[in-house]
């Protein structure tokens, strides 16, 4: 778990050193962002969903993630503008607040916390999760909120039908009863590899914790819901299901309590909503939830 945080905290703070360098240019973090968004996810989408085992009894667990980033449209849309909240702000919350970083904090933290018992679920809420929100209702609605002029179903079904994230997980669940070359396999665990590093470098590069103090109630907003009432309900929720195993319920709950998720925050500045709110949340959130949710998982206890 300690490598895990420390790869988060020395990427991220490369980046913010990177741009005091000055050998970076004001746009360079748009270069990283595509590369995360149409390279680095894609491959780590084509190989993880094509290696995923379904087990029924966890759609429960899998379920999560839908819930959470459907509930995250009427409640920031409705608090949102009572803090003055402009539209594409209430859609960089949506986004980051909507969906947690479940696999390169989740996964990590679940194996620590949980053991190898926990594991398989933390991954099942991850892949059947928050992958396929990001790479379909989130991916939809980042499209619809950042474009210029309201687009038609048929155009916002092309943006997402050939959003790179979207193509991998078709083709991945389309060749699940094929096995990838070795060869293949190898090139997209190096290059999925590269997600969180870049990732979190990008943030880097965009974080500007100067305007802590000015985006504070947007971020308290954000936070709040993410990192406090999101895991609260999901206890009441899941506490109140019958013959759940206690282990779903704890990886289920861990990962409900994740923080922002880098890859959202990267669509939002992808489209022009908000994005330094919306590394702002990642910024802060990601290690805030270092504590949280260890705290949030005694309440499955």
């Known amino acids: 778990m300690g490598n895990v945080i420390g790869l988060l905290g020395v990427c991220m703070v490369l980046g913010v050193l990177a741009r005091h ?47 959470y980033y459907l509930g995250a ?26 969906l947690g970083n479940t696999a390169f904090v989740g996964l990590p933290m679940a194996e620590a916390l949980l053991g190898p018992t926990g594991l398989p679920v933390a991954v099942v809420v991850d892949q059947l999760g928050s992958f396929l929100v990001l790479s379909s209702l989130a991916t939809l609605a980042a499209a619809r909120a950042g474009a210029e002029t309201p687009l038609s179903a048929r155009q916002l079904a092309r943006k997402v039908a050939t959003f790179p994230p979207f193509l991998a997980l078709v083709v ?64 009441l929720g899941l506490l109140a299901l019958p013959d759940l195993s206690p282990v779903v319920v704890q990886a289920a709950l861990l ?18 909503l908000d994005p330094d709110l919306a590394v702002l949340m990642v910024g802060v959130g990601v290690p805030l939830s270092f504590a949280t949710a260890p705290l949030m998982l005694l309440l499955a206890r």
Do not use: C
Request: net charge positive; glycine share 8%.
């Open 21 to 67: 360098s000055g050998k970076f240019s004001a746009g360079a973090a748009g270069a990283f962002n595509t590369f995360v968004l149409y390279v680095a996810l894609p491959a780590l989408v084509l190989r993880a969903m094509h290696r995923l085992e379904f087990v029924p009894e966890l759609l429960v667990a899998a379920a999560v993630p839908w819930l």
């Open 73 to 98: 449209g009427p409640f920031f849309r409705l608090l949102g503008p009572r803090l003055g909240l402009s539209r594409p702000s209430v859609m960089a919350l949506v986004l980051t607040a909507g």
């Open 172 to 235: 991945a669940l389309a060749t699940r009863p094929l096995a990838y070359p070795l060869w293949l396999d190898g090139v997209l665990e190096r290059l999925g590899s590269l997600l969180t590093p870049l990732a979190l470098f990008s943030i880097g590069l965009q974080l500007r914790l100067s305007g802590v103090r000015h985006r504070l109630p947007a971020l308290a907003l954000g936070l709040s819901y993410k990192l406090l009432l999101v895991p609260a309900l999901t206890a």
């Open 255 to 272: 990962q409900a309590a994740m923080g922002p998720m880098v890859s959202a925050a990267i669509l939002a500045a992808e489209h022009d």
